[in-house]
């Protein structure tokens, strides 16, 4: 599973990474968690909203900051999908 957050780098955005990570370790799943700073890449991704998180590709947050509970809820969710 990959985990993304897009963000140039503010407080929202590091808090949001965060608890990303703290939600992966939480679940005691195995995930790469990456941050996207550039906003070339931002842009592209089609994120026009920060902090924002995709889960395997699927943009699944924009423009909110969520807490560890809320993401450990979206990666459970993308991973029922599969």
Do not use: F, H
Not at 15 to 30: D, F, S, T, W
Request: glycine content about 8%.
């Amino acid at each position: 599973m990959k985990v993304t957050v897009y963000g140039p780098g503010c407080a929202n955005c590091t808090k949001l990474e965060a608890a990303a990570r703290e939600a992966v370790k939480q679940l005691g799943i195995e995930a790469e968690v990456t941050k996207v700073t550039d906003v070339a890449e931002i842009a592209k991704a089609g994120v026009l909203l920060t902090p924002a998180l995709a889960i395997d590709g699927q943009m699944v947050l924009r423009g909110k900051v969520a807490d560890v509970s809320e993401v450990m809820s979206l990666i459970t969710s993308a991973m029922d999908g599969s």
